[in-house]
């Protein structure tokens, strides 16, 4: 079983909601995870794996509250090659060219701190859906058994 941080990123909350449910599953098939906020928080203790959720705002740019995170790794850029990561990118692809902007940030920056990428990132289109949890759930889930 995994020791997982979950990164969330999320501007009107739906992000937020969908990390809270995968959160509880996770937790259900026996992982551990730890919601962490700042570069500390995630390289404190030991992980084996990040996962982040997180909405795209603007036009394609991360919420403010995952936005510092980023920055600091960015300007820290530890490397993180003992860490797998995973990404839940919620975006509207009538956004065109940004679609999920903010998730692909994350996956852009985490490849280049050379943590490894279990699946390819998930994006989930407010077009399409009213209720990502459904999504993201199994998605995690399946993630998470692959560490
Ligand atoms: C002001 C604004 C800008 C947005 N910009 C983008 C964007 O550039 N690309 C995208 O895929 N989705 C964009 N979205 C859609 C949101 O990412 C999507 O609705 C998401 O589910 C919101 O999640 P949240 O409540 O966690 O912030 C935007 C939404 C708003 C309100």
Redesign the pocket.
Known sequence: MAIIKLLTG???????AVATEVKAALEQSGHTVIKAEGLDAVLRDGADAVLVCT??????DL?ENLLLLYQELKERFPLLGHLAYGIIA???SS?GD????GGRLMDELLTELTAKRVAEPLMID?SETASPETIAVPWAVEWASQL
């Open positions: 999320s501007v009107y909350g739906t992000a937020e909405s795209t705002t603007g036009q394609g919420p919620l975006g509207d956004y940004t679609y999920c902007g407010a």
